[in-house]
């Protein structure tokens, strides 16, 4: 007959010789509440560094908004007074033709660059490193 586990026992409790006494079918059912745990627990903790990295990224967001639309007004009229200043020493449509293309050489650049540093920001780097750190104790590597 196995002996039952003391469910006020936690795993580092457990004595060699009350090891020795459960049954192969006892510890594997310790064994699969104790995975089931350890699961839940990573997925909380990926779950909550979600949550908090879109909150930051929300809120980072929002300001970044207000402020571009300022900045886009503004560039609108710097933009307008050098096709006016140019203008005085070419024709008006090449004044407007060069201005253009030099503002969409660094919009591309800007967004290029925007693109390639977004999927950095979803990472959960805390919970990856403590399902690695898992895995090794579970295969047990030091």
Same mark, same amino acid.
């Given at each position: 007959?196995?002996?039952?586990?003391?469910?006020?026992?936690?795993?580092?409790?457990?004595?060699?010789?009350?090891?020795?006494?459960?049954?192969?079918i006892?510890?594997?059912?310790?064994?699969?509440?104790?995975?089931?745990? !350890?699961?839940?627990?990573?997925?909380?903790?990926?779950?909550?560094?979600?949550?908090?990295? !879109?909150?930051?990224?929300?809120?980072?967001?929002? =300001?970044?908004?207000?402020?571009?639309?300022v900045?886009?007004?503004?560039? !609108?009229?710097?933009?307008?007074?050098? #096709?006016?200043?140019?203008?005085?020493?070419?024709?008006?449509?090449?004044?407007?033709?060069?201005?253009?293309?030099?503002?969409?050489?660094?919009?591309?650049?800007?967004?290029?660059?925007? =693109?390639?540093?977004?999927?950095?920001?979803?990472?959960?780097?805390?919970?990856?490193?403590?399902?690695?750190?898992?895995?090794? #104790?579970l295969?047990?590597?030091?």
């Open positions: 007959m196995a002996t039952r586990i003391p469910q006020r026992a936690t795993p580092e409790g457990f004595e060699s010789e009350d090891r020795e006494r459960q049954s192969v006892g510890l594997l059912h310790r064994l699969t509440r104790e995975l089931a745990t !350890l699961f839940r627990q990573e997925l909380a903790l990926a779950a909550g560094e979600v949550t908090r990295t !879109l909150g930051k990224i929300l809120a980072a967001s929002a =300001t970044a908004a207000a402020g571009g639309a900045l886009f007004a503004g560039l !609108l009229v710097l933009l307008a007074a050098a #096709v006016l200043g140019l203008s005085h020493i070419m024709a008006d449509w090449l004044a407007a033709l060069l201005v253009g293309i030099l503002v969409s050489v660094v919009g591309i650049a800007a967004l290029a660059a925007g =693109t390639r540093a977004l999927p950095e920001t979803l990472h959960p780097k805390r919970s990856a490193r403590s399902l690695s750190k898992d895995k090794d #104790v295969t047990r590597k030091p």
